[in-house]
């Protein structure tokens, strides 16, 4: 399979799933999930800073909120496959995995890791998810109106 077979969407989709998982979690899979193959390093990590930017009710004119920490990498697998990652702060190791789970879903392997490390790390963001709304919903307050009879 190469670049042009896959689905942007789908891979901006575990891309930012793999960005926003635990790292130790993302590594227990990993390592579940059987033995490393070797990867070249076509940019090793490194740690920086983006301008993370917002608007006001998510519709106004964009402003810079401030910086944010990140690290990233690219590697290539000996089979050819090129895995990017872009993670929250510092953890290289945590970039490192993105990175070859990256460049793993573009091989023969995709369907296998699919199943044993993106599934698992999306039915646990849905459930941190819910529960976080369920917290939000708990502290809702509904406000009515009484009618006054003349």
Not at 12 to 20: F, I, N, Q, T, V
Not at 40 to 45: D, F
Not at 110 to 131: C, G, I, N
Request: aromatic residues 4%; hydrophobic residues 40%; positive net charge.
């Amino acid at each position: 399979m190469n670049q042009t077979d896959i689905d942007t969407s789908a891979r901006k989709g575990w891309m930012g799933l793999l960005a926003r998982s635990p790292a130790p979690r993302l590594q227990a899979l990993m390592e579940a999930a059987g033995p490393r193959p070797e990867a070249s390093w076509l940019r090793p990590p490194e740690v920086g800073g983006v301008m993370v930017r917002g608007r006001m009710g998510g519709t106004g004119a964009a402003f810079n909120m401030g910086e944010m920490t990140v690290t990233r990498c690219a590697l290539r697998l000996a089979s050819g496959e090129v895995g990017h990652a872009c993670v929250q702060g510092r953890d290289k190791a945590h970039a490192e995995r993105a990175a070859l789970v990256d460049a793993l879903m573009q091989g023969a392997s995709a369907p296998q890791l699919r199943e044993t490390v993106l599934e698992p790390l999306e039915r646990e963001e849905t459930a941190r998810r819910e529960a976080r709304a369920a917290k939000a919903a708990a502290t809702k307050v509904d406000f009515f109106t009484m009618v006054r009879g003349d």
